[in-house]
């Protein structure tokens, strides 16, 4: 090198990550980067739920002498699985505030971060959706486990079609998730306070709603809802809430800074 | 030369408080600049909004001409390395450096495991159980090898002991020399890394203090020794910008000596020596806070 | 590097005591910018700096993509450069020292005289 070339700036490579999609893809990847909080615990918990109810199931048949002397409803009632669909929005407020200052430092924009985020949410929303169904299937197969148990597709999808199955999963997975992005953003603005005030206004809309159903005399009206419509159409009713919440999550993020 | 990095009456408030107080500025493109000033002085601040990691109370902040703020093109150019970094809980060493190439398009896969080796820094440990100086190891191994046109390297040694400081430079400018890019150092270690800055910007309480060329500040500033009379005498009408006293002797410090200046000052009995850099910019960011000079001029 | 002199300047200084004391002969290759830098641990930006003050005083001269080298006739002129300046920039502050002492001119001449036989 000479004395004049020295000061010769150094022609950019050629981008190789520049589309807007392969950007997107990256936030992706950066969330799989370390996949133990996403893909390895949901499914340790719901395999660890599952493993409980057998046990208690077994218990329970041994006691009353066989599974012939139950009633053949008795292992349907079981909430354990909305647990796990519960459990997402954990999953996305964990993902988003581990990751975000991080990216930020790596240079990605917040629209390129929340868009891969929300690619990653929907991704895993099918991926969870569609495993449970698949085990849902085994498990009617197998005239639940041997003991007519019915746990991935519990009271309520008991009857249903597996496509409806799958499609409820879906909705309720999407619901979650983007709930937790939205709790995360809000987080990621105004740490506890925002939260305080985030809860605090859903308890008060809650709790109004309760007021005027109790004042309306409307609780038969809204049990006849739950009883006439049918699954899918209630799961299809949560899609405009989480499109909400997706929206509140992007215009909340856009503003974070890599101190929240 | 180009203008890589402008900044426009930049101003940050943070409730009551002002971190950056109408800051303006640019940086041309090719060269090491050095964004010097005490801790808490405002420099990480004024980092965060020029790579638009946080927004501006007031101003304006152009990167490659364009405004930073959810530019993936302009910000794709860039790497900001800060001690403050937060990376997600159970990442290891290995996760940041397999994420990098992902983000930074120049990311130099060799380069980075030999500086990985340089710096003996534990891959397989979570980073949050790393120690202050490995975790600034990993930021500087990841604000060299992302080769990034624009790099901040904002304090990246902090923890970093003498030997690997030494080493940082030395990779600095091996790989400046071989890659020439727009560095941004940013440090409170003046004395140290001074000799590798071509361009200074101090800030000083959210202001810029000094903005000039590094070699220009060298020797723009000479400190005379001698009875306090003389001293005064020779220093009367000139640029002072320290004046001490003891008993007897006066020491000041000012600007805009010639060579004709110090010759005559020495023949006047004066000793004259010049400021280093790093005393410069002491005297400049309140080397002497809580000493009101007028109270000295009392006291003498 | 001392801290209180600009880089440039002691980096062409240096060079012209290796080419005054014949470590770097006439017509020898003078190391590059990015050498330069390396080895001082300085901005290339200044080494080039120091190396155009000596291009300009026609003591290197560029030679396109090969190289900078020690112009002919290099020494002679640094020589007689030191040799003007040498009364103002060392004689002087000698001078006005040995006056403060009250030290003779004959007295210094004597002492100087000395030196330079040892």
């Known amino acids: 090198m000479t004395a004049t070339d020295t000061r010769a700036a150094s022609a950019p490579a050629p981008a190789r990550g520049a589309t807007p999609i392969a950007r997107i893809l990256n936030v992706v990847r950066l969330h799989v980067a370390n996949p133990v909080p996403t893909l390895v615990l949901p499914w340790a918990i719901t395999f660890a739920i599952f493993a409980l109810n057998l046990a208690i199931w077994l218990m329970v048949a041994r006691a009353a002498g066989g599974v012939e002397n139950l009633e053949e409803d008795a292992f349907q009632y079981n909430g354990g699985i909305s647990w796990i669909v519960v459990f997402m929005m954990v999953v996305a407020i964990q993902a988003m505030s581990l990751t975000f200052r991080f990216a930020l430092g790596f240079s990605v924009t917040r629209r390129d971060y929340y868009l891969g985020s929300a690619l990653f949410f929907v991704l895993l929303s099918l991926l969870y959706s569609t495993g449970l169904t698949v085990i849902g299937g085994i498990e009617r197969a197998t005239d639940g486990w041997g003991l007519g148990a019915a746990f991935f597709a519990p009271f309520g999808l008991y009857e249903e079609p597996m496509l409806t199955v799958w499609f409820v999963y879906l909705a309720a997975m999407l619901l979650f998730f983007f709930l937790g992005a939205a709790v995360a953003t809000v987080w990621m603005r105004w740490r506890a306070y925002g939260l305080y005030v985030f809860f605090l206004g859903l308890a008060v809309v809650v709790v109004a709603s309760g007021w005027i159903i109790t004042a309306t005399d409307s609780w038969p009206a809204v049990g006849e809802f739950f ?34 | 030369m180009t203008t890589v990095v402008e900044a426009e009456g930049l101003t940050k408030r943070f409730g009551k408080v002002t971190a950056l107080d109408n800051v303006s500025f640019s940086l041309e493109e090719g060269a090491i600049h050095g964004l010097l000033g005490r801790n808490g002085a405002g420099k990480t601040t004024l980092m965060n909004l020029l790579t638009a990691q946080d927004f501006a109370s007031d101003g304006a902040v152009r990167i490659f001409g364009a405004s930073p703020v959810e530019n993936a093109t302009a910000l794709r150019r860039v790497c900001f390395i800060k001690e403050s970094q937060v990376y997600p809980d159970d990442f290891k060493g290995k996760h940041v450096l397999r994420s990098a190439p992902w983000f930074f398009d120049n990311w130099d896969a060799e380069f980075a495991q030999r500086l990985v080796a340089a710096f003996d820094v534990p891959l397989d440990r979570k980073m949050k159980k790393l120690s202050r100086g490995q975790r600034s190891a990993i930021g500087v191994i990841v604000g060299l090898a992302s080769r990034a046109e624009l790099t901040f390297l904002d304090e990246p040694y902090a923890g970093l002991d003498a030997v690997a400081r030494r080493r940082f430079y030395d990779l600095l400018l091996e790989d400046y020399a071989a890659h ?29 203090v000094i903005d000039a060329d590094a070699d220009e500040l060298r020797g723009s500033a000479t400190t005379l020794v001698g009875r306090a009379s003389d001293v005064d005498a020779f220093a009367a009408g000139r640029d002072v910008i320290d004046r001490t006293t003891m008993g007897g002797i006066a020491s000041v410090t000012m600007t805009g000596l010639s060579d004709e200046d110090r010759r005559a000052a020495s023949a006047a009995g004066l000793e004259a020596a010049s400021v280093s850099l790093q005393e410069l910019i002491v005297n400049r960011t309140g080397g002497r806070a809580g000493l009101d000079p007028s109270a000295q001029e009392d006291a003498a | 590097m001392d801290e209180g002199r600009p880089i440039f300047l002691q980096v062409a200084e240096m060079l012209e005591a290796q080419i005054l004391d014949g470590s770097m002969p006439e017509g020898a290759q003078v190391p590059s910018i990015n050498e330069l830098a390396q080895f001082h641990r300085i901005n290339p930006a200044t080494a080039l700096k120091g ?3 000596l291009v300009d005083q026609h003591t290197l001269y560029k030679r396109r993509g090969i190289g900078m080298f020690v112009a002919d006739g290099a020494r002679t002129r640094l020589l007689a450069n030191r040799r003007a300046e040498f009364a103002t920039l060392h004689l002087r502050p000698v001078v006005d020292r040995a006056k403060k002492i009250g030290l003779s001119a004959q007295e210094l001449q004597t002492m100087i005289v000395k030196e330079m036989e040892q």
């Open chain 2, 180 to 208: 020439p890019r727009t560095i941004v150092l940013s440090t409170h270690l003046i004395d140290e890394a001074a000799d590798l800055l071509q361009r200074v910007v101090v800030i000083d309480q959210g202001r810029v």
């Open chain 3, 51 to 53: 190396i155009n003050l």
């Open chain 1, 227 to 260: 009883v006439s419509t049918s699954p899918v159409a209630i799961a299809a009713w949560t899609l405009p809430v989480t499109l909400v919440c997706a929206a509140v999550g992007f215009a909340l993020l856009r503003r974070a800074t890599s101190r929240s």
